[in-house]
């Protein structure tokens, strides 16, 4: 099954656990569809921006609670001490960004509670994270660690039928022309006849005149419909239509239609359809009638990702990606 799964965890206090249940995944999921560690980040890139752009990669999101989790606090390089700051409470620690990000991009995030740790209340997180004790979470113990581990696994597989089901969704073609032309045929027939009833019961010259030119008009909208303008056509037309405004990424006030959310992951920064080809999203963008399209570079770290929304209030420069508007 597709899914990339990352496994946030604090090296230094729940480490061995992260290993075990790492390999303890390997075992149904190749080696490049786990994130485990997020090491040598580049000087002068921003770390909170790769973090987020990796955490966004993932379908799900494993957090590796242990009995020191919540409460672990920052030492004093020199003396080796705590320093009385909680980590939880930087905004620059890893572990909060991740686990932040993956609330924010509504990546299905696992609480893992290990070592008799139990779950966070709302009143001991950071606003960022409070939704994280609304998540139902599973236990790993040492003694039952494999049948635990089972246990994860299932809820990770479900998890990721649904973000492959969406992409399903999203992927699936326009109706054929076949089924077009039998739709455009019954409701042709149907209006057409409508028409002519109205023809024939006329009383006048004039409504009798009015109504045959109803029928004809008719007429002349079913053959649209038969396949002498095709709707593909025009579709792959309207997506001309949208023009390249460069490397931009919406991160917030974003509006869109609510009939979206069926179809699309949905968040504050537009509606992911899933990964689909540039023009495929062109044209998806047509369809939907949206007004701004923005789809992840080939190659890139977002690649192919395609994205609607009718407008964004924050709009910033983003390499991964390309603005579309028309």
């Not at 993956?102 to 290990?114: G, N, S």
């Not at 009798?208 to 419909?225: I, M, P």
């Not at 239509?241 to 699309?264: I, K």
Request: a neutral charge.
């Amino acid at each position: 099954m597709a899914g990339n799964i990352f496994i946030s965890y604090r090296r230094d206090l729940d480490a061995h656990f992260a290993g075990r249940l790492h390999d303890q995944l390997l075992r149904s999921f190749p080696a490049n569809k786990l994130f485990i560690d997020v090491d040598d980040i580049e000087p002068g890139l921003d770390f909170v921006q790769v973090l987020e752009d990796m955490v966004a990669k993932c379908d799900v999101m494993l957090v590796i609670i242990g009995s020191g989790w919540q409460d672990a606090k920052n030492k004093d390089k020199d003396k080796d001490k705590d320093t009385g700051t909680r980590r939880l409470d930087n905004p620059d620690d890893f572990v909060r960004i991740e686990i932040a990000s993956a609330l924010r991009l509504d990546v299905r995030v696992i609480p893992v509670l290990v070592d008799g740790a139990t779950m966070p209340d709302e009143q001991g997180l950071p606003e960022v994270l409070i939704p994280l004790a609304r998540r139902h979470a599973v236990r790993i113990t040492h003694d039952q660690f494999a049948s635990d581990c089972g246990k994860l696994l299932k809820g990770i597989n479900r998890a990721l039928s649904v973000v492959e089901k969406r992409g399903a969704q999203a992927k699936e073609p326009a109706p054929t022309k076949k089924t077009g032309v039998k739709q455009a045929q019954q409701k042709t027939a149907v209006g057409a006849g409508g028409l002519i009833l109205s023809a024939l019961a006329a009383t006048s010259s004039e409504l009798r005149g009015a109504a045959a030119a109803a029928v004809l008009l008719a007429l002349a909208a079913g053959g649209y419909y038969l396949g002498v303008i095709r709707p593909e056509t025009l579709l792959q037309e309207a997506a001309f239509r949208y023009s390249g405004n460069g490397n931009y990424a919406c991160f917030g006030d974003a509006t869109f239609p609510s009939s979206w959310r069926t179809e699309a992951t949905c968040l504050h920064f537009g509606c992911n359809f899933g990964q689909l080809d540039r023009r495929a999203c062109l044209v998806l963008g047509a369809r939907k009638d949206s007004k701004t399209v923005i789809h992840g570079n080939a190659g890139g770290g977002r690649s192919n990702e395609c994205w609607l929304q009718q407008s964004c209030g924050d709009l910033r420069s983003h390499p991964d990606f390309t603005l579309f508007r028309r």
